[in-house]
């Protein structure tokens, strides 16, 4: 197809927890859309527009990370989507064919929190994480099976990138070494050490030494480091253990994003001193990767337009982006022409209350908590260099985010949300109702959101968008088809048309008692939601018994002494025991009523 008909989109899956049910749903819901409008054009029906949307790119974070691995390859293959009926309750689903499905809803049992409580974990003086993380390990083994077993399309589909990329966030423990260099012939050398990182991949089978591992159906080589990647990018600090990463040292010092803006080559940048061949292994161990990073959209910008400038050669760079500066590389991304960012975020950052500190402030216990949390929140800013990509006007970033009617809070609107995101591992039910939340809020995000201006006059928003724009221009039938005008008066335009769409979109304006308006976007046949049932008051009972077990490892574990000392301790646990499990179901207990999850 010519690039001048190409919509290029980077799908970028912020941090989830066990709300990464959600994201799978929306993920779900996106590529049946694709494959819907695919299917049309290969039957020949002209009232849809003839621009291409392809992916080039994928990645994300933590739970977005998963999810962006399982996307990489479910893309690639024969998918069977689900269904819901209208009664909200009755749904159809090939549960092992829908690897969005398996893993995000199915995990590895209905009840997970029985597998989080079990103690065979915990070993004497060693204590890996508060839960038991071993079933992500049964979800790894199911996702590799999936790979090497899944239903391949016969052919490419037209939607995705032949050589897409693949990148998972980590937070890397161990970290990688630079040397600092100096023109002072007096200075002593100087090192620092860098945790921001991620594991990148290409579907290829063959190195292009850029530092993407080479991954594909019938390339395994590097089938290991990406399911250790997808476990270590989701190891949620403390509550879920640690993982160890493996890759061959190349992939590390060709890549671009290691070199720093090319300051750093393989003699400055240091992975220990047994690493000295390409293929080294370099051993690390990780944590989460939302630590440093929740949202990784502005690296998804920065790799798009690598990939178009050095694979579709349709953008002209006056410099090497490889090893331009942020602000050099600015300038250079306001040339993607015909993209964008898709983030999806089950977590988007909400509004806050900055309190002002009285003079407790600074007592240990309440300022250790809040010191952490103030570092996390600091490297989640300075991930976000260029605040441009969240302009309202800017076609180049749309956020899918939760939302349904009638909750007290925006945040309640997923029940994976509740516990800190480990909610979604209490109930399967939750996980079933946020997976087909994420599908109805993809279906109205495309229907009414993910649209373009029929007639965009500034340049800049007209240059991103421009192949949207000639193909509706070039069929009116499709306009006829798809359009709605908001309360603006507006021509809008879909980006991905929803051809099972039964008529366009309506706005509706309402006037209210106040004098204010009300504007709603009335979609004609909206996919129904599935409705929750609510827990039982007692729900949490029986796992009274199970939190104490797991405490009193823990305890005995921590301070394992020997002889008396091992007694003293046994018996402190047991007394403990009690106050800490009533803490722990108190606190979840009260989050779920204020969810309204809770009868």
């Known amino acids: 197809m010519d690039n001048n008909k190409i919509f290029h989109l980077g799908l970028c899956m912020a941090g989830s927890v066990s709300a990464g049910a959600y994201t799978a749903g929306v993920i779900d819901f996106l590529q049946e859309a694709l494959e819907n409008w695919e299917e049309e054009r290969k039957n020949g029906v002209n009232t849809i527009p003839d621009h291409q949307v392809v992916i080039d790119l994928l990645g994300g974070a933590s739970g977005g990370g998963i999810t962006s691995a399982l996307t990489f390859f479910g893309l690639r293959n024969n998918m069977p989507h689900s269904t819901l009926d209208a009664d909200g309750r009755t749904f159809t689903i090939d549960k092992d064919k829908n690897i969005y499905w398996k893993v995000w809803v199915e995990l590895t049992k209905s009840d997970i929190l029985k597998e989080l409580l079990m103690d065979d974990d915990i070993k004497e003086g060693y204590i890996p994480s508060l839960l038991n993380a071993n079933f992500v390990d049964e979800v790894a083994t199911i996702f590799e099976e999936y790979i090497q077993n899944g239903e391949e399309k016969p052919e490419l589909p037209a939607y995705l990138n032949e050589r897409a990329e693949l990148f998972l966030t980590l937070f890397n423990v161990t970290g990688i070494k630079y040397k600092l260099k100096s023109k002072s012939p007096a200075a002593t050398e100087q090192f620092i050490s860098e945790h921001r990182d991620l594991s990148h991949f290409r579907w290829s089978d063959l190195y292009e030494d850029d530092g993407r591992m080479e991954i594909s159906f019938g390339t395994a080589k590097n089938l290991k480091p990406l399911l250790q990647s997808a476990k270590a990018t989701g190891a949620f600090p403390v509550g879920l253990k640690g993982r160890i ?13 290691f070199q720093k803006n090319g300051k750093f080559d393989r003699t400055s940048i240091k992975l220990g001193d047994q690493i000295t061949q390409d293929s080294d292994i370099y051993k690390t161990i990780n944590g989460d990767g939302g630590t440093a990073n929740n949202e990784p959209v502005e690296f998804c910008r920065d790799l798009l337009l690598n990939i178009r400038v050095k694979q579709y050669e349709d953008i002209h ?34 509004d806050f209350e900055l309190k002002t500190p009285d003079d407790e402030a600074a007592h240990l216990l309440k300022y250790l908590p809040k010191f952490i949390f103030a570092l996390n929140s600091q490297l989640i800013f300075d991930a976000k260099d260029a605040f441009e990509a969240y302009d309202i006007k800017n076609y180049g970033l749309h956020v899918i985010a939760p939302s349904r009617e009638g909750v007290a809070k925006p945040e309640y609107a997923i029940a994976c949300g509740s516990l800190s995101g480990f909610g979604g591992f209490f109930n399967k039910d939750f996980r079933i109702h946020d997976y087909f939340l994420g599908r109805h809020n993809c279906q109205s995000f495309l229907r009414k959101y993910f649209v373009v201006d029929l007639n965009e006059s500034d340049p800049q928003n007209v240059q991103c968008v421009q192949s949207i724009i000639d193909a509706y221009k070039s069929n009116p039938a499709a306009v ?5 005008t908001d309360e603006t008066g507006k021509q809008l335009v879909p980006i991905i048309p929803d051809v099972k769409l039964a008529s366009p979109v309506v706005v509706m304006e309402t006037n209210n008692a106040d004098g204010s308006k009300t504007i709603r976007y009335v979609d004609p046949d909206p996919l129904p939601l599935y409705k929750l049932e609510k827990l039982s008051a007692n729900y949490f009972d029986e796992y009274r018994e199970e939190i104490k077990k797991r405490i009193r490892k823990i305890i005995n574990s921590l301070f394992d002494a020997g002889g008396f000392a091992d007694l003293a301790i046994n018996i402190a646990a047991n007394a403990f025991d009690d106050k800490i499990a009533d803490k722990i179901l108190d606190f979840v207990i009260k989050d779920l009523k204020e969810r309204d999850l809770l009868k």
């Open 245 to 257: 990463v493996e890759r061959e040292a190349k992939y590390i010092w060709d890549n671009p994003y």
């Open 480 to 484: 006829e088809r798809f359009s709605y």
């Open 317 to 350: 760079a006056e410099i090497n982006i490889d090893t331009a500066n942020p602000t050099e590389k600015s300038i250079q991304k306001k040339k993607l022409t015909n993209s964008s960012v898709l983030l999806i975020d089950p977590f988007p950052s909400y």
